[in-house]
């Protein structure tokens, strides 16, 4: 039996638009919320692994197959024996010593009775024998001693997670910086004291959900909803054999009893030709994604228990460059590396987790003066012979910054306060159009200030023989998020090539609900049998903001069967106002898979964001009485988490009970004065009540503390407009455009608008600009 450790507890919209009937139902705007957070549905429904086993045959007979039971994870000190060279690179690792127990042996930091004030808090840390404890602000904002439980990783930086309670682990928001020996805040400057979510002690540092699945192996976060406590458990602290390869028992029979089976006994075979196995089982931590259950399933699809992240404009830069943080794959995704089957071990020792060669070592495998691939598995078509390691290529000095392949193709940015992450989309350096589409460059990044604008001259030099290219992702991008002339065409065209990589395409189709026309419902339907999963998915929501819920039906109805968990439910969840009438030959499938969205948020029940989802299920699908409980077990999860205490006044406003309604609203704007959403939803609120000069007040001031916010400046704009105030409305809307120039429903209600004050003119120069950017728009037909 393994080891068990446990935590314990120490459409075409109307051509006059109307606040009624476009902002009121807290369906579209807080699911709009939820999508942008990439915590809007999750899945564990772990299904039986059957390994077949050929038995040993004394005549030439068929073999037969014995069913044997699913893998278990098993002590992995036994691994040791057989696989030295592999333990040996492994032992000191930071995939061994990602997560270690706080003893004087693991802990790096001071805590000799250290202090460290930031944020507004004073943290002073101190020792009790061997034991590390803390005394720092709470979730009250008291000062407490809080025991160390865990380290967190070894370099740059180590972080600590504390005790608090019911099986709950929260990361430290102050670190110990390794290469400088000194405590630093992870966010400095940003505020963050016990009011602020990224507080600690907040849901969004809980380390059980956030952090220690991928610091360990054969995790489970095992939530009791109906205790609200955690009981969580894994195989062993660290990243160790078996999280990647997967459980090891049928590898040790097979081994042991000299039993053929398929992959040695394992049911990943990381050695495949096709390096997707591989790619997918990294991808499991270093990607930016949304679990879909508790841990994940052996054998299985990334989008089966994982929902990464697109390239969207919070986390990437216009060319793909990293931004936020977001780790490796969705970088990788992009690259031509990627696309030509290049795989994580060609470059890394994933025991060692360092380089496979010093320098640019590295890179010269593929890229040298022979133009050919040392490594095998890799499409090789298409390198060219060339002496990359030499001023001829790099033009930089030998040995100085610039003539290593990442300075210029590897970029990066620091991450945790100290922690530099490269970018892996392997791009190269432009520093011409960089300026233009304001993205990040190695260039200009070196050379900053008056030495940049040198090198920018001397990059056209260097590139002026080059001829006109077919238009770029990101000069395409640009045009389609800025909503310049040309963009729905740029659009059309990226997703009409047959060589865009599938995290481009998922990325591309996000933006065509700004874009509609019958060109970009065709894109979309065509990309429905895209063989990425993460294709698929995004297609599933873009033909879903083109069709009402009845037209749907036919082009989602087969997706319900899809091989993918995540493009089921997806498919399920836009159908569900379709269901309500019957969906026919599909509906038993459409049961079934919305039966599985369920499970997704029942398994995360500890997340305010799913109790919320599980809300507006259950208020789509007619289970009233078990609206509100959701609600509220969403706010005892997160009492911050506003979109649920939103969708709760709604649900009490229309279950008549509007007196507690508002008084749940003023109450909590009274200690959350500073929240946006908490504004425009008491505008609303009083719209609703017949006091709409009183809800103006509250409008504008949602507007102020979120300018950025199209949707509150659009619902500001439309409410001057119903009461009168023509000129305000249009300011409003005007100003949208400037900051959301991609906005398509602003320029329908600002061309509406001049036509209401007479001001035609005005009207047709929006509709004729609106024509260079989408002359296909089907509300120009």
């Given at each position: 039996m393994p080891k068990t450790k446990t935590i314990k507890a120490a459409n075409q919209p109307d051509s006059r638009p109307t606040l009624m009937n476009r902002y009121l139902l807290p369906v579209s705007a807080v699911m709009l919320l939820l999508v942008l957070?990439?915590?809007?549905?999750?899945?564990?429904?772990?299904?039986?692994?059957?390994?077949?086993?050929?038995?040993p045959k004394a005549v030439a007979t068929a073999p037969v197959v014995r069913h044997m039971p699913p893998a278990q994870m098993v002590d992995e000190q036994q691994c040791l024996g057989c696989h030295s060279a592999q333990a040996n690179d492994w032992q000191g690792s930071h995939h061994q010593l990602a997560m270690q127990g706080a003893d004087p042996q693991t802990v790096l930091a001071d805590f000799n009775n250290a202090t460290f004030k930031g944020e507004g808090e004073n943290t002073r840390f101190f020792r009790k024998g061997d034991e590390f404890w803390v005394n720092t602000p709470g979730p009250e904002g008291k000062a407490g001693d809080f025991k160390v439980a865990y380290t967190f990783g070894i370099a740059p930086l180590q972080q600590y997670l504390i005790e608090v309670g019911d099986g709950r682990l929260q990361a430290l928001g102050v670190a110990w910086d390794t290469e400088k020996n000194r405590w630093f805040h992870l966010y400095p400057g940003q505020g963050v004291d016990f009011k602020n979510p990224l507080h600690w002690s907040k849901p969004s540092q809980n380390a059980n959900f956030m952090c220690v699945e991928c610091h360990t192996t054969g995790y489970k976060r095992n939530f009791d909803a109906a205790t609200n406590r955690f009981n969580s458990q894994w195989n062993s602290l660290g990243v160790g054999c078996q999280a990647c390869h997967g459980p090891a028992s049928s590898h040790l029979l097979a081994v042991t009893d000299n039993t053929k089976l398929p992959h040695s006994g394992f049911v990943v075979d990381l050695k495949n030709k096709d390096a997707t196995s591989e790619i997918e089982t990294c991808a499991r931590c270093h990607?930016?994604?949304?679990?879909?259950?508790?841990?994940?399933?052996?054998?299985?699809?990334?989008?089966?228990?994982?929902?990464?992240?697109?390239?969207?404009?919070?986390?990437?830069?216009?060319?793909?460059?990293?931004?936020?943080?977001v780790f490796e794959h969705g970088?990788?995704?992009?690259?031509?590396?990627?696309?030509?089957?290049?795989?994580?071990?060609?470059?890394?020792?994933?025991?060692?987790?360092?380089?496979?060669?010093?320098?640019?070592?590295?890179?010269?495998?593929?890229?040298?003066?022979?133009?050919?691939?040392?490594?095998?598995?890799?499409?090789?078509?298409?390198?060219?012979?060339?002496?990359?390691?030499?001023?001829?290529?790099?033009?930089?000095?030998?040995?100085?910054?610039?003539s290593q392949c990442v300075d210029c193709h590897m970029p990066g940015k620091l991450y945790m306060g100290n922690d530099f992450r490269h970018d892996h989309s392997f791009s190269i350096p432009n520093p011409v159009r960089a300026k233009t589409l304001g993205t990040p460059d190695a260039c200009l990044t070196?050379?900053?200030?008056?030495?940049?604008d040198k090198v920018t001259e001397q990059f056209k030099l260097w590139t002026s023989h080059q001829g006109p290219q077919a238009a770029r992702y990101d000069e395409s991008l640009w045009l389609i998020r800025s909503g310049q002339p040309g963009a729905a065409q740029a659009l059309y065209e990226q997703l009409r090539r047959s060589n865009l990589p599938a995290i481009q395409r998922?990325?591309?189709?996000?933006?065509?609900?700004?874009?509609?026309?019958?060109?970009?419902?065709?894109?979309?339907?065509?990309?429905?049998?895209?063989?990425?999963p993460q294709v698929r998915e995004s297609a599933v929501r873009a033909v879903s903001t083109f069709l009402p819920a009845a037209e749907r039906i036919t082009l989602l109805g087969p997706l319900l069967n899809d091989?993918?968990?995540?493009?089921?439910?997806?498919?399920?969840?836009?159908?569900?106002g379709a269901a309500r009438n019957g969906l026919g030959a599909h509906q038993g499938a459409w049961d079934a898979a919305i039966g599985e969205y369920e499970t997704v948020q029942l398994g995360l029940a500890e997340r305010a964001e799913s109790n919320l989802n599980l809300a507006m299920l259950y208020q789509a699908s007619g289970r009233n009485t078990e609206v509100e409980p959701k609600l509220r077990a969403a706010l005892l999860r997160d009492p911050q988490f506003f979109p649920a205490l939103v969708t709760l006044i709604q649900w009490l406003e229309a279950s008549g009970r509007s007196a507690e309604a508002m008084a749940l609203l003023n109450d909590t704007i009274k200690t959350h004065p500073q929240t946006a959403l908490l504004q425009h939803s008491q505008g609303l609120a009083l719209i609703r009540a017949g006091q709409p000069k009183h809800a103006m007040t509250a409008l504008q001031q949602a507007v102020k503390l979120e300018p950025d916010n199209a949707?509150?400046?659009?619902?500001?704009?439309?409410?001057?407009?119903?009461?009168?105030?023509?000129?305000?409305?249009?300011?409003?809307?005007?100003?949208?455009?400037?900051?959301?120039?991609?906005?398509?429903?602003?320029?329908?209600?600002?061309?509406?608008?001049?036509?209401?004050?007479?001001?035609?003119?005005?009207?047709?120069?929006?509709?004729?600009?609106?024509?260079?950017?989408?002359?296909?728009?089907?509300?120009?037909?």
């Open positions: 957070g990439g915590l809007w549905f999750y899945l564990n429904r772990p299904a039986p692994v059957v390994t077949p086993v050929l038995e990607a930016r994604r949304a679990p879909l259950g508790d841990g994940f399933t052996v054998g299985k699809r990334l989008m089966d228990d994982y929902l990464p992240s697109v390239l969207s404009r919070e986390l990437y830069a216009l060319d793909g460059k990293i931004k936020d943080e970088s990788f995704a992009q690259s031509k590396m990627f696309d030509k089957g290049v795989r994580c071990s060609n470059c890394h020792n994933p025991h060692s987790t360092q380089l496979k060669a010093p320098g640019n070592g590295v890179c010269l495998q593929c890229h040298n003066s022979a133009g050919k691939a040392a490594v095998t598995g890799i499409d090789g078509k298409g390198l060219q012979a060339k002496d990359y390691d030499s001023i001829e290529h790099h033009r930089h000095t030998e040995g100085q910054p610039g070196c050379h900053q200030g008056k030495t940049g998922a990325t591309l189709l996000a933006e065509l609900a700004n874009y509609p026309s019958e060109s970009a419902m065709k894109l979309a339907s065509k990309d429905l049998n895209n063989p990425a091989s993918v968990r995540a493009i089921r439910i997806i498919a399920a969840r836009n159908l569900l949707q509150y400046r659009y619902v500001l704009a439309v409410a001057l407009h119903q009461s009168g105030q023509v000129e305000p409305a249009c300011a409003q809307m005007e100003e949208l455009l400037k900051r959301q120039p991609a906005f398509r429903d602003a320029r329908l209600a600002l061309i509406q608008f001049y036509l209401d004050s007479g001001q035609e003119p005005k009207a047709q120069a929006v509709l004729q600009a609106w024509k260079k950017i989408n002359p296909e728009d089907v509300a120009l037909k």
